[in-house]
């Protein structure tokens, strides 16, 4: 294939990953923000989504994009609802203390994928998609008759890949909105900002910890619902959305939307873009020490307020 | 007995207890012994860093690793002795580690945290990379035949369990030593107020340096003991899962005591060792043991020990 | 006073798990004088949790079935197997802690099972150092690359090396010359790359691509833009979960112009056929350990392994057709088991004293012909690679289902030597 097309191809690609990576790193970058501890189950949370897609998209019977739209509900909500839980019964007891919550977290690990691999088990399942189609993307090229279309050998994406892009694309903003224009987002940028104030002007930062909590492992699950039809559920998908997205949340700055999004369109953009230069494992070298000289040189992010 | 005298006879007697142990114990739970202390040695070389420092790394399989393949590949490829070899490892892992230092060092808290992931995700990457010489994930042995100092088989369980608790009295005396020093206080100066370090006149970046090359040094001589003494080196040892066990040990151990790694160690070693025997959902038994442990024991048990009844515990 | 330790130790436990693993109890000592009544304890080392669960519930079945079948022909020697299974969680490190605690705490006579290489390389010292024969199942060219030691033998299953070379003389005859090669860029992948590369070409091929997909990708498609078009041969193995979306992108970047394409079956081991997104795969050929579907010439003896194991002919779970079989791989447990009783018995084995000579017993044999112990096929074992060889299949998706088109001879796997285990001293 000819390099701009493959080019194209990449980019693609990259934009598909880097969509749910934008979603899951936000359900982190939350929990991270208001409450100031780092959630090492937060993985696990997508790997609870696209487990219970598979079990809601198997027992439901008919066109498969009943079962899938019954999944974008029900996941998130599933494993919203094992975040409540783990956040009354630990976090709260040990106060968000940031290394208790660590030792914590991975107890909950622990727990959630010996679950999956008891009650789902270790294979990978599929989970049809609602719609697939091939579409062939055509190319520009100046040649003797100049300016033509053509439509390159390889050169395509899928109907579904496609919804993914625009789905999180569509989710980001409703994100933005709930944050920027309604009084539970104030509420949660106040809690943000400064805990003791917020507590000081009436604001239950119990219940909003809680629900922060729960949204947080909530948007991964919507993530991982939205990838599964491409990849498959496995008990131990967890650990790579955990460490991108982690990584995605600091290179971003802090607390700073946008700076998730430009990350993960940064991280998940990277590698496919240098693979169509270098061998795999070499540029997945080369994308990893990039990004680390990024915070080297910009230490609070690339969107983060320089700390004092 | 004064506090210095106190933390000697602790340490002494825990080493002699270990020997105890060590002569008394059947042969599993001797291999085991020797298992642990190896670990014990990385995790203690972690706490260094973490919990006197106050810096928390996620990338310190990095360190375990350069020890580990610095002493391992030059055994195998190029059939060094072990001493020479195990001296090699130490520069590897002191030359990373002040590679790694001078660049992570620009940054603080998380960034600390995700910069030290990332190098230590390309170390492991690196070993893949060259998987002509390192065997990439498969890894390699190194043979029973080379594994000996002056004769004596380090594949013989009694000669295997002293070099293991040698390494680890040196490394676990050396940083109770360092911290009863005044460098050590300042490494705690730095960690519970870096300004006010800085204001008291003392280099924070310099201190803060030699920590991590100090911690990086003893997590590779861990590494590369573990080559020797287990004849196995592979990239397993450089993934994710090796730099969040030192942070998960010492945690358990408890943060900034000087026994905690070790205790964090067996813990999660026996833990896994006897939940596995009663169950095959043994992950369930050591997730919930860990989420108590959270609840009812938030500053790891010696740290809890220190706080309710031993307070002068090192 | 070690023995009371442990005991007391156990008893605790015991009352814990309320018997639950009663067959773990190293009591061994006490009968130390009444051997001839007491069980062979087998360690079995097995994948329970980690990457390679899948793999390690159908080793756990297989391994159950065989040990119920020597059991009730009565045993080895006339003494019961015990089979005593420890998880590695498919981890180097715990593989070779696991790999102690059978020789030293349950006292096994042997160890034997493990499937991915890491594990079998980090447990190998474990096993040469405590003098444990350790038998693998590993399919790695480890063991006859003359890497490990002469207490680790791989008896029950052919080695990646053979597997692929086997294939290249039909791929070229029948398929085509061009080549472009896809595995993972570790270890396994890099043997397909290298002994592929090498057969096809003494076949007259050529290898016109490499394209290695790097550790823990879970997206694919902008790998294939690298594929020359001239490629006539799209060659393919992967692992790992990822493998369905590989399949799956991999028929929509084509659609429906391909290449004809080889892949092996490691890629959708424990994967069913029907799954959503393979119907690219139809009219495609795999190589196969053991063919998952039964074939219209089945031997007796695969029909008696199916139904001891409890797998249908579709290659799935008797009592659940969703849950696929590990159909390529897994046989090599039981074929390890017979040999492992055939070896005992012809050592005269008592005791773990014997092992030595269990060991030479199994270095001495070579003609393992086809039957109800071998039902995979007629092998030939190699006592100085410790590595047995045998005949290897390659079937062509038909309606959904692995069709048998070709079995290689055996002759087809050889390679020379590269080390001879049975210089070396105990």
């Known amino acids: 294939m000819d390099f701009g097309p493959h080019l194209l191809l990449a980019v693609l690609e990259g934009a598909v990953g880097a969509s749910v990576l934008a979603l899951t790193a936000l359900g982190l970058s939350l929990v991270f923000g208001v409450m100031r501890v780092v959630n090492v189950a937060h993985g696990e949370f997508f790997m609870v989504g696209a487990v219970v897609a598979w079990f809601v998209a198997t027992s439901v019977a008919g066109h498969p994009a009943i079962g899938f739209l019954a999944a974008l509900v029900i996941a998130p909500l599933v494993a919203g609802g094992i975040a409540i839980v783990v956040d009354r019964l630990i976090l709260k007891q040990v106060e968000y203390d940031p290394e208790a919550t660590i030792v914590g977290t991975i107890g909950v690990l622990y727990i959630l994928q010996q679950s999956a691999l008891m009650i789902y088990g270790p294979e990978a399942r599929p989970v049809e998609p609602p719609f697939n189609h091939r579409i062939a993307l055509p190319w520009l090229e100046w040649g003797e008759n100049g300016l033509a279309f053509f439509y390159p050998w390889g050169l395509s994406i899928t109907s579904y890949k496609l919804f993914v892009i625009v789905a999180a694309i569509g989710i980001l903003l409703a994100f933005w909105l709930v944050m920027s224009r309604t009084k539970a987002g104030l509420i949660m940028r106040a809690t943000q900002m400064d805990r003791e104030t917020a507590q000081a002007f009436g604001i239950p930062v119990q219940r909003v910890y809680s629900i922060v909590f729960g949204f947080g492992a909530a948007l991964a699950a919507l993530a991982a619902v939205l990838i599964v039809p491409i990849q498959q559920a496995h008990y131990l998908m967890g650990g790579d959305p955990l460490l991108l997205s982690f990584i995605v949340v600091i290179i971003g700055g802090l607390g700073s939307v946008r700076g998730t999004i430009v990350a993960a369109l940064l991280v998940g953009m990277s590698d496919g873009i240098i693979s169509v230069f270098f061998s795999p494992t070499l540029s997945k070298i080369i994308a990893t020490l990039l990004v680390a000289l990024v915070l080297v040189f910009r230490p609070q992010g690339l969107f983060g307020k320089k700390m004092a | 007995m004064s506090l210095g005298a106190r933390s000697v006879a602790l340490h002494l007697g825990l080493i002699a207890i270990l020997i105890v142990l060590g002569l008394m114990l059947p042969t599993y739970h001797q291999g085991n012994l020797s298992r642990i202390l190896v670990l014990a040695t990385y995790a203690v070389g972690y706490n260094v860093l973490f919990g006197y420092t106050g810096l928390l790394s996620l990338g310190h399989a990095m360190f375990f690793a350069a020890g580990m393949y610095g002493c391992g590949m030059i055994m195998h490829l190029a059939g060094w002795s072990v001493i020479p070899a195990f001296v090699l490892g130490l520069v590897v892992a002191a030359m990373l580690s002040i590679v790694v230092g001078l660049l992570a060092l620009r940054t603080i808290g998380v960034a600390f945290m995700i910069v030290t992931l990332m190098f230590a995700q390309t170390v492991y990457l690196t070993s893949l990379y060259f998987g002509a010489w390192t065997g990439g994930d498969e890894g390699f042995v190194i043979s029973q035949a080379s594994r000996q100092i002056a004769g004596y088989p380090l594949t013989e369980p009694t000669t295997r369990f002293f070099v293991a608790l040698t390494l680890f009295g040196t490394a676990l005396l050396l940083t109770a030593w360092m911290m009863q020093r005044r460098f050590g206080r300042v490494l705690i100066g730095v960690r519970e107020n870096e300004e006010r370090t800085t204001m008291l006149g003392y280099d924070v970046f310099q201190h803060k340096l030699a920590a991590v090359v100090i911690s990086g040094v003893i997590s590779g001589a861990a590494g590369a003991a573990y080559a020797v003494l287990f004849g196995y080196v592979g990239s397993t040892f450089a993934t994710v899962q090796y730099s969040i066990l030192p942070l998960l040990w010492v945690l358990l151990g408890g943060m900034g005591t000087t026994i905690g790694p070790l205790i964090g160690v067996a813990f999660m070693f026996y833990l896994i060792d006897y939940a596995s025997g009663i169950t095959s959902a043994y992950m369930l038994v050591a997730g919930a043991t860990l989420v108590l442990l959270t609840l009812f024991a938030r500053a790891g048990i010696v740290g809890e020990i220190r706080k309710r009844w031993v307070p002068w515990l090192p | ?426």
Not at chain 3, 106 to 114: E, I, L, M
Not at chain 3, 168 to 193: C, E, Q, S, W
Not at chain 3, 256 to 270: K, N, Q, Y
Not at chain 3, 281 to 298: K, M, V
């Open chain 3, 1 to 426: 006073m070690n023995n009371q330790m442990k005991t007391t130790r156990r008893n605790l436990l015991k009352s814990a798990s309320a018997g639950c693993l009663l067959a773990a109890s190293p009591l061994l000592g006490r009968f130390a004088g009444a051997q001839s009544s007491e069980p062979i304890k087998i360690g079995f080392q097995q994948h329970s949790t980690g990457i390679g669960a899948a793999y390690g519930r159908w080793y756990g079945r297989t391994t159950d079935a065989a040990v119920k079948m020597i059991n009730d022909a009565g045993g080895i020697n006339g003494r019961p197997i015990e089979i005593i299974a420890e998880d590695d969680g498919t981890d180097a490190r715990r593989g070779a802690e696991v790999v102690e605690k059978f020789a030293n705490q349950h006292n096994c006579d042997v160890a034997f099972g493990t499937l991915f290489s890491n594990v079998v390389i980090g447990s190998a010292p474990a096993a040469g150092e405590q003098k444990l024969p350790y038998f693998v199942v590993s399919e790695g060219h480890h063991v006859a690359s003359g890497a490990l030691n002469r207490y680790t033998l791989q008896p029950g299953i052919t080695d990646v090396r053979s597997q692929v070379q086997a294939m290249a003389p039909y791929v070229a005859k029948n398929l085509g010359k061009k080549i472009t090669m896809i595995y993972p860029d570790f270890a396994f992948g890099h043997d397909h790359r290298d002994y592929f590369s090498a057969a096809i070409e003494a076949q007259g091929g050529e290898v016109l691509e490499l394209i290695p997909i790097s550790p823990a990708e879970t997206s694919f498609t902008k790998y294939f833009p690298k594929i020359p078009r001239d490629t006539e041969v799209l060659y393919h193995v992967m692992v790992g979960p990822a493998v369905l979306t590989f399949a799956k992108e991999l028929g929509e970047f084509f659609g429906a112009s391909s290449p004809a394409i080889f892949g092996f079956i490691d890629s959708l081991e424990a994967v069913d056929m029907a799954a959503p997104g393979l119907e690219f795969l139809e009219g495609t050929y795999f190589w196969e350990g053991n063919p998952r579907y039964a074939q219209a010439d089945q031997t007796s003896y695969d029909k008696n392994f199916r139904a001891a194991v409890g797998v249908d002919d579709n290659g799935a779970s008797l009592s659940d057709p969703s849950d696929v079989s590990t159909y390529a791989h897994m046989f090599g447990c039981w074929e390890t088991l017979h040999i492992i009783k055939a070896g005992m018995e012809a050592a005269d084995y008592q005791s773990t004293a014997d092992r030595q000579k269990l060991i030479e017993a199994v270095e001495a044999m070579t003609d393992m012909p086809e039957s109800d112990l071998h039902p995979q096929g007629p092998k030939l074992f190699n006592g100085k690679t410790h590595q047995v060889f045998g005949q290897q299949y390659i079937s062509r998706v038909e309606s959904g289902r692995l069709v048998k088109v070709h079995t290689t001879s055996i002759e087809d796997t050889f390679y020379p030597d590269a080390v001879d285990y049975t210089t070396q001293s105990f």
